[in-house]
């Protein structure tokens, strides 16, 4: 039983379904993030959690109490708005204090639990300004105040970082991690950021076309994806379509070791693998042998295409120091068979 | 380099010609004309004087036209004000095709002529009218509607609210619509909501558009006069019966001239009051 439950919630449109039959149950403390591509339902899910949207079916349940009917203002949660939707009129102290205020908490413990919410945020010094003159990540953090201020049961965040640049969204994702941490207020993050939800949630939720197709923590997501979209959104994925022989999988006449799977030998199978399981090795040795066509340098490591008899497969090389094979060299590659994944293809014979 | 200073003096100036001949050089003409003696018998003459300013500010029969001036100017913006603000608020609150449709009903009067309009509330509020019709059939008594300061009113809201209106839906167009939601989750109450998020974001909209609707109910001319009637005068229609049926042309001036300036006096001090705000709100 989860703290905060959702069993078979959906919320349809006009006809058409936006969220299908959404079952989940998040404990107290939990980090979860929503995760998918837009229009996946992910916003409307937090909606619905938060109660801005009434779902068409289903209940959402809170610490054991029904809340699907309870109206926004009754509910409690803190939402940060992907806009951060803060009040322009009202200064940052006045922003935070608002939801204080509407609980008639008194004047003198209303500003010190705002003065201790902004020094969590470290905007103590900015108490006294509007939110036009704040920067970005400012705003977003008197949009955290805002919400935690009233000491919520649950926080609800909805695409937080998007408006932020790419160095400064890092920067917040440890803080938004640090933040929930010293709370330990229960959190749900809706993002389309795979690398946002991996790296600081508990558990992360894939959403696709209404649905939840994958619950899991954010290792055996990326390590297990439950199906091919996921393999692909989350991190990169080599998909090779085969035949299963051999205790291996035959694409274009060569075989590639694998896992052991629990296929018919002559069924069409679908292999997988990761570009950072691959390993390149000198031209005649390794598993199989291809050349390289594209070659792209990106820092922590390099992004090699290799173009192979089975296909181009993608290649990830850490930057060691020393550059890996120019386009047009040939190479050979190189795996762990336990990290070549088989999985039977839908409708082929098991 | 005497060319570029004169391309733009060259390109401002026909409508500079046109502001100068049509606004600039008639305004001159009737301050000028206000301090022209007059006498019944021989007309205008040519001798300078201050007495029209003086009958005028001593007379309690104007002083009484410029207080219902005033206060139905006053009164048709603040009920325009309590209609046209919530009526802005559904508005942008409307889903697509039927915010259009609404939006065309309220603009659609501007389309017809004041006068036309006049006349037809003076068919629903005349003593055998539509509205006397229905209070007769539930019983009550005939109520005298024409020619009194209600149906001066109540013309003057039907005709100045979309210009309270569009300003107003104007401002919650840039309001974020997560705003609402925001407060709402932080355990407002809509109408909480409303009045301490919604309202003071709208608050710009609905002064300008009380500036808007104020000036033209204060200079309204067709409207006093045929729902007035002879005897409810307003400035507008005083100014013109001076001119047309007393051709006293200098009073007439005279009275144009004061309500220019009370008007001006009015309007600016509001509209610096309204800057003052904006520039605390928005920086």
């Known amino acids: 039983m989860g703290f905060l439950t959702l069993e078979g919630v959906s919320k349809v449109y006009g006809g058409l379904a936006a969220v299908r039959d959404v079952d989940l149950a998040v404990a107290r403390g939990e980090f979860v993030s929503l995760l998918g591509p837009s229009g996946c339902g992910k916003t409307t899910t937090l909606q619905m959690i938060a109660g801005l949207v009434e779902p068409t079916g289903g209940r959402i349940g809170l610490d054991g109490r029904d809340i699907t009917r309870e109206k926004p203002n009754r509910r409690g949660l803190g939402v940060v708005f992907q806009s951060y939707a803060l009040f322009p009129h009202m200064t940052v102290a006045e922003n935070v204090a608002f939801g204080l205020e509407m609980r008639k908490v008194p004047r003198a413990e209303r500003d010190r639990r705002v003065a201790e919410m902004l020094a969590l945020v470290h905007l103590a010094n900015l108490a006294e300004r509007y939110p036009r003159q704040l920067s970005g990540g400012q705003r977003q953090r008197v949009a955290i105040a805002r919400a935690l201020v009233i000491a919520p049961p649950v926080l609800l965040l909805d695409e937080p970082l998007s408006n932020l640049d790419a160095k400064l969204r890092e920067e917040m994702q440890f803080e938004l991690r640090r933040i929930q941490r010293s709370v330990g207020t229960t959190t749900i993050m809706v993002t389309h950021d795979q690398a946002e939800a991996l790296s600081i949630s508990d558990r992360v939720v894939v959403m696709e076309a209404g649905r939840m197709t994958q619950i899991d923590a954010p290792y055996r997501l990326y390590e297990q994806p439950a199906t091919a979209f996921i393999s692909t959104f989350v991190g990169k994925m080599n998909r090779l379509a085969g035949v299963w022989r051999d205790g291996g999988v035959a694409v274009a006449g060569t075989v590639l070791a694998s896992a052991p799977a629990d296929v018919a030998a002559g069924a069409a199978v679908t292999a997988s693998i990761r570009p950072e399981k691959l390993h390149l090795r000198p031209m005649g040795e390794g598993r199989l042998a291809g050349r390289v066509a594209s070659r792209f340098f990106l820092g922590g490591h390099w992004l090699l295409t290799v173009g192979t008899e089975a296909g181009d497969i993608l290649v990830s090389v850490p930057n060691t120091g020393e550059e890996p094979a120019r386009e047009g060299e040939p190479v050979g590659l190189d795996w762990a068979p336990a990290s070549l994944r088989v999985e039977a293809d839908a409708g082929a014979a098991a | ?283």
């Not at chain 2, 390109?11 to 050089?25: C, K, M, Q, R, Y």
């Not at chain 2, 309690?60 to 006053?74: D, E, K, N």
């Open chain 2, 1 to 283: 380099m005497s060319r570029s200073v004169a391309t733009p003096l060259m390109l401002a100036s026909p409508g500079a010609v046109l502001f100068a001949g049509l606004v600039i050089v008639p305004l001159v003409l009737t301050l000028i004309l206000s301090f022209l003696a007059y006498d019944h018998a021989t007309g205008i003459k040519d001798s300078w004087t201050l007495a029209h300013y003086v009958h005028v500010l001593s007379d309690s029969y104007y002083l009484g036209i410029f207080w219902r001036t005033l206060r139905l100017a006053a009164l048709t913006t603040l009920i325009c004000a309590l209609i046209g603000a919530p009526e802005a608020y559904i508005l942008s609150r409307m889903r697509s095709p039927w915010r259009s449709v609404f939006l065309l009903v309220i603009i659609g009067p501007l389309l017809v002529s004041v006068v036309v309009r006049a006349f037809g509330w003076s068919m629903l509020l005349g003593s055998t009218g539509l509205v006397n019709a229905a209070l007769h059939a539930i019983g009550l008594g005939p109520v005298r509607l024409l020619y009194t300061e209600t149906a001066i009113v109540i013309a003057l809201v039907h005709v100045m609210l979309p210009f309270m209106v569009i300003p107003v839906w104007t401002a919650l167009q840039k309001l974020d619509p997560m705003i609402e939601a925001a407060a709402w989750t932080l355990g407002a109450s809509r109408f909480s909501a409303l009045r301490r998020v919604v309202m003071p974001q709208v608050s710009m909209g609905l002064l300008s558009g009380s500036l808007i609707v104020f000036g033209l109910s204060a200079s309204a001319f067709a409207i006093p006069g045929l729902l007035g009637g002879r005897r409810l005068k307003m400035a507008a229609t005083l100014v013109y019966d001076e001119y047309m049926h007393e051709l006293n042309w200098p009073l007439g001036a005279a009275i144009a001239i004061l309500v220019l300036v009370a008007n001006l006096v009015i309007m600016l001090a509001y509209n610096r009051a309204v800057e003052a705000r904006a520039r605390r709100m928005l920086g």
